[in-house]
């Protein structure tokens, strides 16, 4: 969607700058650009200026619902800021968060990140620097990171966590699968769980709880002690299973046990995190900074694991990081492969300018990623370093995009099959 500054106002003069704009520089496009070269949908937000070549790519990546993404942000978002000038980047998100009334949730606020995003990209850009000087300044080189290691069975889970520490990591998530089809982070395993119950590849959580604390043990004795271990339950216990889990992981010392609970019980996370003996990771959920922020200040979580497009951006993010610097929880950002590199680097941007960063999460992109967005983050030796280069550093190639079209996403169908033994649904 583009428009000239005229057309706009003459079309709808309320959409005029609130104030006159300190340079002759305004916003003349917005669009959404979708590309899967891993075969997951990504999705970036590109913003055009009056200034020839100037543009920002900002994340709004969605994955499950990327086409309600696409058509927040070319037939709402865009037209409430073409015509505006760039650098008004607060007011500029409050305005699209503010406009459709019913607001939050991930829809509007992965369309409000990758604008908020790209705004960004072209304040460094117009500065010639990094984004992160313009946030303040580095106050670590690097942000440490961990990485998936999965397998069908234990041995093979370890397997891939002693390759991934030889190659340098120092903290290392491992899942192995479970019986059924509700298996996460690892591959699905063929037969039933229970034969002759009503739908015998269910999930079971007391197999769950019986063998994760003999996955910790086999971990130890192999790895080590000098390897920080990490799991995540997939938000699938009540309260009093989680504290179970909890205890039972205690001798084996994990850096952080992930979304213990689905966020339908978060109000019960304080209770579990005073009963933990390990810390407690959440936040991938939240939607909004607003409920991030509660989980914070609500003395839920010891590590905050918020996706940064689904509570809106990098200017919540900063906040949220803000909050927890002052209450001493520490950031974990989301950051799988459903994250795109603009979004990685917007990461990476809050983990060396923050004093409340406790990790980072890492994915290794493909060759495909990399030759869709030149300047993509690499990893090396566990740590991930920004881009000096200025705004984000990174581009996208849209002919080598197009190249890897976007289909639905696969999770509605997982989802589906994440049942119990009786046949009902369990929080993927």
């Known amino acids: 969607m583009t428009a000239t500054v005229s057309e706009l106002v003459a079309s709808d003069p309320a959409f ?68 505006r000038y760039p650098g008004d980047i607060e007011d500029l998100t409050r305005l699209a968060r503010f406009s459709s009334y019913w607001r939050e949730g991930p829809v509007g606020n992965n369309a409000i990140s990758g604008l908020d995003q790209a705004l960004w990209d072209i304040a460094g850009k117009r500065a010639g620097r990094p984004v992160h000087e313009l946030l303040g300044g580095k106050v670590r080189a690097a942000a440490d990171t961990y990485i998936h290691a999965a397998g069908a069975d234990v041995g093979s889970a370890l397997d891939e966590a002693e390759r991934y520490v030889a190659e340098g990591w120092r903290h290392i998530r491992i899942q192995v699968s479970q019986p059924g089809s509700g298996t996460y982070g690892s591959p699905r395993l063929d037969g039933d769980t229970l034969s002759g119950a009503p ?145 990685a680097a917007a990461n990476v941007a809050l983990d060396v300018t923050s004093a409340a960063f406790g990790i980072q999460e890492g994915h290794v992109y493909s060759d495909a990623v990399h030759e869709v967005f030149p300047g993509t983050l690499r990893i090396r030796d566990g740590w991930l370093t920004p881009n000096e280069a200025p705004g984000w550093g990174i581009d996208l190639d849209e002919t080598a995009a197009a190249r890897f079209p976007a289909g639905l996403s696969g999770h509605d169908a997982w989802a589906a099959g994440v049942r119990g033994l009786d046949g009902g649904l369990i929080a993927p």
Do not use: N
Not at 38 to 58: A, N
């Open 16 to 83: 005029a700058a609130p104030w006159a704009a300190p340079e002759d520089v305004h916003i003349t496009g917005v669009r959404a650009i979708v590309t899967a070269p891993e075969g997951i949908p990504l999705v970036v937000v590109r913003v055009d200026t009056s200034d020839d070549g100037l543009y920002g790519l900002g994340c709004a990546t969605f994955t499950q619902r990327w086409k309600a993404v696409v058509s927040y942000v070319d037939e709402h978002l865009a037209r409430l800021v073409i015509g």
């Open 199 to 343: 739908f015998p590849r269910g999930w079971s959580v007391e197999h769950y709880l019986r063998t994760t604390p003999a996955l910790f043990a086999a971990a130890r004795e192999r790895l080590g002690d000098d390897v920080a271990l990490l799991h995540d339950v997939h938000s699938r216990l009540t309260p009093k299973q989680a504290v179970l889990l909890a205890r039972s992981l205690e001798p084996y010392r994990l850096f952080f046990l992930e979304d213990v609970l689905p966020p339908e019980h978060w109000d019960a996370l304080p209770e579990v995190r005073r009963a933990s003996p390990v810390p407690i990771a959440v936040g991938e959920l939240t939607t909004s900074m607003t409920d991030a922020t509660r989980l914070v200040l609500g003395g839920g979580v010891d590590l905050i694991r918020s996706h940064v497009s689904a509570i809106g951006g990098l200017t919540p993010a900063r906040k949220l990081a803000a909050a927890a610097e002052l209450v001493g929880v520490r950031t974990a950002w989301h950051s799988p492969g459903d994250t795109s590199p603009v979004g």
